[in-house]
């Protein structure tokens, strides 16, 4: 079975990013997030990763067709 959710670490394995840069998109709200239990650790839905990543998928074909890149 897959996990429903993904910690704040494995957000920043699967887009290999810094741990600050995984915090930084759930504390500005760019990536929905979730915090739990006593210790308000976050969590993010697996389907809202997947959102995210077409989400910047589509921005940089925008991009890209803009000339901006």
């Given amino acids: 079975m897959t996990s429903r959710f993904f910690s704040l670490a494995d957000v ?3 887009l290999n990013i810094s741990s600050t840069q995984a915090y930084s998109l759930v504390r500005s709200g760019e990536l929905p997030a ?6 308000k650790v ?6 809202k990763l997947e959102e995210y990543i077409e989400h910047q998928y589509a921005r940089t074909r925008e991009r890209i067709a803009s000339g901006e890149l």
């Fill in 12 to 14: 920043q394995e699967l």
């Fill in 42 to 47: 976050w969590r993010v839905e697996a389907s």
């Fill in 34 to 39: 979730i915090q739990v239990g006593p210790k």
